[in-house]
């Protein structure tokens, strides 16, 4: 079947490209407020962990922290080199190059294999890891009996963000939103059966929670796919013919474009897990208030996130169409937006510190007050850098869509590691401050990021970053 055939059978042409403010933000607001919600839903599965985990002690939270601090800069740098999907199929969709789709696709499907195949068995020393970073011995046993389950969400979890990407670069988004509201439902079940032994069945605790977290995500994953075979518009594309075809070239593409994209995300993610291993240092309350502040501005984090995904799709799309005009205002619409929502959860963070932690752990409990106090301290500083976080995943998403993510990747680099963690040592450890210095060095870090990420964006068409010389 030819392309023009396809298309005309798919019904998939791309939307025109939106030439104000207005038009182009009702357009964000409505492909990104499912991926908003959806990643929202995504995080509360993490944050049901850490609740439960929290229920079964400061021990078990700590350790189930430790275990997902390592685990999420694998699991976040195998995600970013998926997702180099979604900018691949958003500029064939604006290009009407549908067959290219469909291949990206495919090798997404490639890419999530490999990396599972290659990530799981490193996973699996996580104890010794921690021990050989400084960790307590229990912490450490603890969070290996977690991670021997949990590893294995690695295959499904990267066949989720293939699919994610396709479905988005389609603005096909609402299903996204309702098979991970469904993921939420059935880990909460799974976590309240296996880790506390109800219904007949064994307590199994941190092990328990692991085993739901990689059975949530292969549900997911199932839903999604068969969402993508059976839906009318999508199906035709035939996502799993041919699987074992290769395709090298678009294979090594998607680690070309990913790569950079997964290293990004695993740095910052990364620089909250040493973080976390720092908190370590200081003792196992540091830990647990560090997970709970965490916790908190990663939900606050989600609604940029979300709206970032978006912010790519639209800057693909009109990149692929080589519409300068819609290039801007995808990047600078979504960056107003994003800063926005941002303002108000740093007022609330620095309003409501003690109802937001409190969630948490029991306030009327003698040994959770040294904790909440701490992560109540957190949460201030968390409220500083609620803005430039959100600005830097807001700019690099932007990026992200005219597929410039090597240069993003080393300013990360160099702004979270070079600047961010040291800074935070300095502060936490030769000034003394513990881990309120701790977060000091994250803001710092994040703050450099974002101002670097803005600034090439606005300089694209300088720096050459539209090579198509859009018009």
């Known amino acids: ?8 059978q798919a019904g998939i042409a791309p939307p025109p490209p939106m030439r104000d403010w207005q038009g182009e933000m009702r357009a964000l ?36 922290t430790l275990a ?37 696709v495919r090798q997404g499907f490639w890419a999530s294999i490999l990396l599972g195949l290659l990530m799981v068995p490193v996973l699996l020393q996580v104890g010794p890891i921690l021990l050989f970073l400084g960790q307590e011995a229990e912490l450490a046993a603890l969070a290996q009996v977690y991670v021997n389950f949990a590893a294995w ?12 990407s396709f479905l988005s670069a389609h603005d096909v988004t609402r299903i996204i939103l309702v098979i991970t509201l469904v993921g939420v439902l059935v880990n909460a079940g799974l976590n309240y059966v296996l880790m506390f032994g109800n219904f007949g069945f064994p307590r199994l605790e941190l092990a328990g929670a692991g085993i739901a977290t990689t059975l949530v995500n292969i549900v997911m994953m199932g839903l999604m796919l068969a969402y993508a075979l059976t ?3 999508l199906r035709r594309y035939h996502i ?34 040493v973080a976390a291993v ?43 169409r080589s519409h300068r005009r819609g290039i801007a205002l995808a990047g600078w619409t979504a960056l107003a937006v994003t800063l926005g929502f941002m303002s108000m959860t740093a007022i609330a963070f620095v309003v409501l510190p003690e109802q937001f932690v409190g969630f948490f752990l029991d306030a009327a409990q003698p040994g959770n007050v040294e904790t909440l106090a701490l992560a109540a301290s957190f949460l201030g500083v968390a409220a500083v850098f609620q803005l430039v976080d959100g600005a830097q995943v807001s700019a690099a998403a932007a990026l992200r869509g005219l597929s410039d993510t090597r240069t993003p990747m080393l300013i990360a680099l160099l702004g979270y590691w070079a600047v961010g963690l040291p800074v935070g040592y300095l502060c936490g450890f030769t000034l003394g401050l513990g881990g309120l210095g701790i977060w ?3 803001a710092t870090g994040l703050a450099l990021v974002a101002v670097i990420l803005n600034i090439r964006f606005a300089m694209r068409e300088r720096l050459g970053l539209l090579r198509a010389h859009p018009v």
Request: charged share 10%; with cysteine.
């Open 1 to 8: 079947m030819s392309t023009p055939e396809l298309a005309t």
């Open 29 to 64: 607001l409505g492909l990104g407020w499912p991926l908003v919600v959806a990643q929202l839903a995504q995080n509360a599965l993490f944050t049901t962990d850490v609740i439960m985990m929290g229920w079964l002690g400061p021990t078990q939270l700590a350790a189930g």
């Open 68 to 104: 997902s601090s390592f685990l999420i800069v694998f699991q976040l740098f195998g995600v970013g080199i998926v997702s180099a999907v979604a900018p691949m199929a958003a500029q064939a969709r604006g290009a009407r190059e549908f067959r290219s789709v469909r291949r990206t």
């Open 153 to 164: 969400l690695f295959f499904p979890a990267f066949g989720i963000v293939v699919l994610r």
């Open 231 to 233: 839906h009318k518009r």
């Open 240 to 273: 799993l013919v041919r699987f074992w075809k290769p395709d090298w070239p678009r294979f090594i593409e998607i680690f070309r474009i990913g790569a950079p994209i997964g290293l990004m995300l695993a740095a910052e993610v990364g620089m909250f897990s």
């Open 278 to 320: 720092m908190m370590g240092w200081i003792g196992t309350e540091a830990v647990a208030a560090h997970a709970i502040a965490s916790q908190c501005a990663s939900l606050a984090f989600m609604v940029p996130l979300g709206l970032s995904h978006a912010t790519t799709v639209r800057v693909g799309v009109a990149y692929g």
């Open 440 to 442: 000091f060095g994250l």
